[in-house]
């Protein structure tokens, strides 16, 4: 009886223990899930009307653990109809260098680019979220104070890399488009990019880098540290913090 009651608590404690790992292992792969960031870039107009499926599909995924899901919009449209209201000369310049990195001579939307490797037009979903599936990451890390971002020491594999600093608003906005391609819709747009400041470079020592501040309310701030002249991402990460 003695032996049966041992073994019966044995058991007991077995399952205890296995019932815990898991939430353990959750915890783990939260955190690797923030440090590993899966970056999709979309390259996006107002005023194209081949933009809006695009935009749709990465609107889904925004809120994916994993995932850091961000809306460029580009001037080159605003010529046509409708100026976007949130394009920005930098924006197309990172189109560009991603374009020029791949000895291309043209830009078009919407473009996605994921880690700064992959692209594709980003209308088909299941095409998106393959790729996304296939993607890695595994750069150096990225820590956050109130102040400052700390990139660890790594070893970059192709030279120096930028870091840069991306603030974007994680709502949907409903924006009414008032002429162009898109006039009279109504489009919903979500993690827009407000901002995309350069910090300075990483060549694979611990670095650190102050905050600017914004005087924007309701924004994440994300960082990127990535090959320059549009190469890939090595590494990302959301700033936790409250919005």
């Given at each position: 009886m003695a032996n049966k009651m041992f073994y019966l608590r044995a058991v007991a404690a077995t399952l205890a223990l296995l019932l815990r790992q898991p939430a353990v292992h959750a915890e783990d792969n939260a955190a690797a899930a923030r440090q590993h960031l899966v970056v999709v870039e979309l390259f996006q107009s107002q005023g194209c009307s081949s933009c809006p499926p695009a935009e749709a599909n990465l609107n889904a995924i925004a809120g994916e653990p994993g995932v850091l899901a961000l809306s460029f919009s580009v001037t080159y449209w605003d010529q046509l109809g409708w100026k976007d209201t949130f394009a920005t000369d930098a924006y197309t310049q990172r189109q560009w260098d991603y374009a020029h990195h791949r000895r291309r001579d043209t830009?078009?939307?919407?473009?996605?680019?994921?880690?700064?490797?992959?692209?594709?037009?980003?209308?088909?979903?299941?095409?998106?979220?393959?790729?996304?599936?296939?993607?890695?990451?595994?750069?150096?890390?990225?820590?956050?104070?109130?102040?400052?971002?700390?990139?660890?020491?790594?070893?970059?594999?192709?030279?120096?890399?930028?870091?840069?600093?991306?603030?974007?608003?994680p709502h949907t906005l409903r924006v009414?488009?008032?002429?162009?391609?898109?006039?009279?819709?109504?489009?919903?747009?979500?993690?827009?990019?407000?901002?995309?400041?350069?910090?300075?470079?990483?060549?694979?020592?611990?670095?650190?880098?102050?905050?600017?501040?914004?005087?924007?309310?309701?924004?994440?701030?994300?960082?990127?540290?990535?090959?320059?002249?549009?190469?890939?991402?090595?590494?990302?990460?959301?700033?936790?913090?409250?919005?």
């Amino acid at each position: 009886m003695a032996n049966k009651m041992f073994y019966l608590r044995a058991v007991a404690a077995t399952l205890a223990l296995l019932l815990r790992q898991p939430a353990v292992h959750a915890e783990d792969n939260a955190a690797a899930a923030r440090q590993h960031l899966v970056v999709v870039e979309l390259f996006q107009s107002q005023g194209c009307s081949s933009c809006p499926p695009a935009e749709a599909n990465l609107n889904a995924i925004a809120g994916e653990p994993g995932v850091l899901a961000l809306s460029f919009s580009v001037t080159y449209w605003d010529q046509l109809g409708w100026k976007d209201t949130f394009a920005t000369d930098a924006y197309t310049q990172r189109q560009w260098d991603y374009a020029h990195h791949r000895r291309r001579d043209t830009v078009w939307t919407p473009q996605i680019y994921i880690n700064g490797q992959t692209d594709l037009v980003g209308t088909n979903r299941s095409e998106l979220l393959e790729a996304i599936g296939r993607a890695q990451t595994n750069g150096p890390t990225i820590d956050w104070s109130a102040q400052s971002i700390t990139i660890g020491a790594s070893t970059p594999s192709d030279g120096v890399a930028d870091v840069w600093l991306v603030r974007y608003d994680p709502h949907t906005l409903r924006v009414p488009i008032g002429g162009g391609e898109n006039g009279g819709r109504t489009l919903a747009q979500r993690n827009v990019v407000r901002d995309l400041v350069h910090l300075g470079t990483w060549n694979g020592d611990s670095v650190t880098f102050p905050l600017p501040t914004s005087s924007s309310h309701g924004l994440k701030t994300a960082a990127l540290v990535q090959m320059q002249r549009g190469g890939r991402i090595l590494g990302a990460s959301v700033e936790e913090t409250p919005y």
